[in-house]
């Protein structure tokens, strides 16, 4: 379902959980508000998730974690709170995740190297707090780690000279 670049407005309905089949969702650059619900997370089907661009707010739902068939999330450019839910280490097949320009909080969870499909991290521009973990050193696929603009603290951890794949990399 291809609906970005709208003008649409008012919140996702949580009945959006209910399109099991569904394999693409694009709901970016519109004026939607409120939560992203966690029916969402039944939505097992879903490859490709764009919703970047528009004034969600809240936090990222647990559920997330049940979409395992899911390689693009795009939640970026929002106004998403609160930390990002370990469970996020249970998306395996992920290849690209944009959480970016949020309010997100807390620190990055060491579940996300679990993550062994990712090419790409992009988690700049939040207030992420905390250590890079090490187990981002796991992540042998990765091309690009955007880590700019948080509130990191500590040193950058050796595993990150396992990055072979590395071709791109700002966490300052």
Do not use: F, K, Q, W
């Amino acid at each position: 379902m291809h609906l970005a670049s709208n003008a649409l407005n008012g919140t996702i309905p949580s009945e959006i959980g209910l399109m099991t089949s569904l394999e693409d969702l694009a709901l970016d650059d519109n004026a939607l508000t409120g939560t992203i619900a966690s029916e969402i997370g039944v939505m097992t089907s879903l490859i490709n998730l764009y919703l970047y661009s528009n004034d969600l707010t809240g936090t990222i739902p647990s559920e997330i974690g049940l979409m395992t068939s899911l390689e693009i999330i795009y939640l970026d450019s929002n106004d998403l709170t609160g930390s990002i839910p370990s469970e996020i280490g249970l998306m395996t097949s992920l290849e690209i995740i944009y959480l970016g320009g949020n309010a997100l909080t807390g620190s990055i969870p060491s579940e996300i190297g679990l993550m062994t499909s990712l090419e790409i991290i992009y988690l700049g521009g939040n207030a992420l707090t905390g250590t890079i973990p090490s187990e981002i050193g796991l992540l042998t696929s990765l091309e690009y780690l955007y880590l700019i603009e948080n509130e990191l603290t500590g040193s950058i951890p050796s595993e990150i000279g396992l990055l072979t794949s590395l071709l791109s990399y700002d966490i300052c």
